[in-house]
């Protein structure tokens, strides 16, 4: 993962407004952030139990690295695909977090929708 490939800095990454501002606009539903094409779905799970056992190891493999991380996550960089440049551990973990619960409203959206659609039928 992006986290097991950080990088160390000698000096930590503090940009408090930043990391707000990450955690913000992922929990804000208003704004549609379009996924770069190398992370849009291509099929390749075949049923929705096989996509829900790659969800739950990936989720497993980032508490791992968590619960055995002892450095400071402001002092470890990674990069990620739709923010230029170089971004925390730390600011890395506010998105990992953010990522399924923007998808859960997303689907209740959805439902919500097709529900009142149906209604109206």
Do not use: Y
């Not at 960089?77 to 399924?100: K, N, Q, R, S």
């Amino acid at each position: 993962t992006r986290l097991q490939a950080a990088t160390i800095s000698n000096h930590p990454f503090e940009k408090w407004r930043r990391e707000a501002k990450i955690a913000a606009l992922a929990m804000d539903r208003t704004r549609r952030i379009e996924a770069p094409e190398q992370v849009h779905p291509r099929g390749r799970f075949k049923t929705l139990g096989e996509a829900l056992a790659a969800f739950d190891a990936t989720r497993s493999e980032v508490i791992r690295w968590v619960e055995n991380c002892s450095g400071d996550l402001r002092c470890m960089m990674t990069d990620h695909a739709l923010i230029e440049g170089p971004v925390t551990c730390a600011e890395m973990l506010i998105m990992i977090a953010a990522h399924p619960w923007r998808h859960a409203k997303q689907i209740s959206g959805i439902r919500q929708e097709f529900a009142h659609t149906n209604q109206q039928v």
